[in-house]
């Protein structure tokens, strides 16, 4: 069972383009990677938001093959739930949330060293128009008309937050079909052209690699905050990683995957 | 109107071929032992089975002809008393009997009047309100062939009507039965393993034997004549077969030895001894020329005014008396008694000459 | 004075048993030792708890409606009927049942969503729209809760003696007038039983609901989706809308216990 051939199916899912086999892809991924544990390598434990899954597949990948005595173990999950996780004793060497407030809320219960935090990635958001722009969507602004099908991430994660902040910002009174739980479910709802257009990130644009078309949003930017936990048993190795995401062949995985530079 | 049908059904490897005719008031028995192709009938006129070959015709109506007549069940008009009545224990008594008529159009709370009115003339007036679960075995029966009778069928059919009951209600339940079948004036038809009911019950009997009747004919002519060893035993006449060398005769299978005052018949014949010309005595009897043996019995059966009295070895045979001898004698299983029949009693008759 | 002899049951049944009970029982706790029961009135009388409940309410009985009307039929056939492809179809029955909810709601996404197979010809014809709509929840709860009415159904139907079906055609009725008034009655317990765990199964359904009807409120979220919400910013309204969970399927289950879903 090598880890190669996990990351082979890995890199095809960024050319896939229905939810239903990404879906299906991902949950493959995922049961290949949990079977292959072997021990004698460095376990190093990532938690990560949902939304890095293709960087740092590909960060782990590319990590791996350089320190081929490190085996990387990735805990993809919203932002809250990693959160829940941590504070509920998951054991985990590097946190990499969606949000500062969720970083913070970690040095506030003693998970993270508020010295130790230092930013990836940043993203932006975007609007995710189903092929062909049934709907005609241009702006934000277009987000006030009833008559598209129109979705946006739950205002309780980021994604949605954001949203709906910078509706209110741009005096816009959105009319929406659809609060998504996560900004996956969103896209795949937008891909497979049940909603007309969606509010995501730029990177999920890129993601999904021509099964929709982007319009960029002149939105604040979100930042991705990595973390060693006080509780890891890797901090030097954490380090490292680290500062290889930092590191130019870890900021060319984030662009390539649609992130923005740090 | 006269049901008339020429039945020939196929089960499995198993091959029915009936011919049956039951006039309006008449009850006719199909009698049979087990696997003798009763349930078979019971299917075909019920309209679960269809026919291989033949037809059956309620008047002129022609139910099944085999071919391209076929009427469905529900509108053969076959009141059914199903050996375990079958009732709808989701329902009471009154529903139980309102359903035939409700389903042949009548409004229900028509059908409930009519049914109350059938209830109280089979005796289960008081227990409208009832559930089937509430009912003694008896009173069940009687509910069951309310509703069959209720619907006004142009047959009516009982399958095995006293298997479910005990013993202890069965004679008393045969006889109201019997009484309650009269207020059907249309063709009946009571399907039985057990020669009691067929006597009792049957105008006229068909003996069922291996899918073909073997004998027809009123019960007293059936009792009298048996053609079978299975009518001789089920119809309560001794049939034994043997060899007779000048009275002597030499029984098949047995080790006893009977005299017969026939000398005429010489050779393998047919004998029969009448239950009711055995005698049996606690001590040994003395006088005419007749059969003595020691013997043991086997079981005792009152059937009202007589009881029936099977003995063992060395010579099984069933014996009729009277109820007040039973008890003067204390006769039980295993009471050993002296058996005794004349020679004169002992008919024989050639094989084959019927 | 009366003395009663009784077996005392085996220990180690008991003790199985109560393992299960403490894993049915735990979580029950932990819900209940973090239930803030200070805000506990504000919160559950908050706009979107009180839209919540009511789409549950209706959403969850309706498809545990269609589940009895479409079910009940589907397991007759299933029971009684010798088809070919009948194995294949109660595979197929099942499906629900061994699918993520999530997939489940994919499928269903794929095949009547705005652009679905069947969805999009029926959209363009008369404008109706499943996704993102009332009949979106209940179309997705009907899925997931129907076959455990089915199956439960279908058990039932199997131990009826189809004798008494027998003999009510005997009496004049036709198949119709079995199926309503001997069939139906008979196997009354079983259905009764497997309308509420239907409606429990369309209560407590989240995955397919969020993927094929959306999530938003007063309109798609139902009691679970504001749960799986609140849960990434607000644990406090989370656990106070669990409890409420609780609380109204102990309530319907319990009173319903001794007339509707008893086995006899």
Known sequence: ?262 | MTVVANIVAQRDDFTLDLNLRIDDGETVVLLGPNGAGKSTTVAVLAGQLPLASGFVAFGDTTIDDSNDIFVPPRDRRVGVVFQDYLLFEHMNVLDNIAFGINTRGARMADARTDAGRWATRFGVGGLLAKRPSELSGGQAQRVALARAVAMQPRLLLLDEPLAALDVETRAATRRTLAQHLREFEGPRLVITHDPTDAFLLGDRIYVLEDGKVTQEGTPERIHSHPATSYVAAVAGTNLLTGRNHGGALALDDLDFELRTSNTQIEGDVLITVHPRAVALFTDEPHGSPRNTWLTTIDSVDPLGDTTRVFLADPLPIAVDITPASTAAMGLAPGVRVWASVKATEVAVAAVGSN | MSRTIKDRPPGLLVALAAIAIALFGLPLLGLVTRTPWTELGSILTSDVVIDALWLSVVTSIAAAALSLVFGLPLAWLLARVEFRGRDAVRALVTLPMVLPPVVGGTALLLALGRRGVVGEPINDATGFLLPFSIWGVILANTFVAMPFLVITVEGALRNLDPRFETAAATLGAGPLTVFNRITVPAILPALRAGTVIAWARSLGEFGATVTFAGNLQGRTQTLPLAVFVALESDRDTAVAISLLMVVISFVVLISLRDRWWSTR
């Open chain 1, 1 to 262: 069972m090598g880890a190669q051939q996990d990351k082979l199916q890995v890199r095809w899912q960024t050319e896939a383009v229905t939810g239903a086999a990404r879906t299906l892809i991902l949950l493959l991924a995922a049961a290949l990677t949990a079977c292959s544990t072997d021990s004698g390598r460095d376990e190093l434990v990532v938690f990560g938001a949902a939304s890095l899954t293709d960087a740092l597949m590909m960060a782990e990948l590319a990590f791996e093959t350089a320190n081929p005595e490190v085996d990387i173990k990735l805990n993809l999950a919203g932002s809250s739930s990693l959160r829940e996780q941590v504070l509920g004793g998951a054991r985990a060497d590097v946190v990499i949330p969606a949000n500062l407030g969720i970083m913070d809320e970690l040095v506030e219960r003693d998970e993270v060293d508020a010295g130790q935090i230092s930013i990836v990635a940043t993203n932006g958001l975007a609007i995710a128009v189903a092929p062909g722009n049934p709907g005609n969507i241009d702006s934000a602004a277009d987000f006030a008309r009833s008559e598209p099908f129109l979705g946006v991430c739950h205002p309780a994660v980021p994604c949605g937050s954001l949203a709906y902040e910078h509706f209110s910002a741009r005096g816009i009174t959105p009319s929406i079909d659809t609060e998504e739980p996560d900004v996956r479910a969103l896209l795949t709802k937008v891909i497979e052209g049940e909603l007309d257009a969606g509010i995501v990130y730029e990177s999920d644009i890129v993601a999904a690699d021509g099964a929709v078309d982007g319009i960029l949003m002149d939105a604040p930017e979100v930042s991705y905050p990595a973390a060693v936990t006080e509780r890891s048993s890797q901090p030097e190795l954490a380090d490292r990683f680290i500062a290889f995401l930092r590191s130019p062949d870890g900021q060319k995985i984030f662009t390539d995957v649609g992130f923005r530079q740090r």
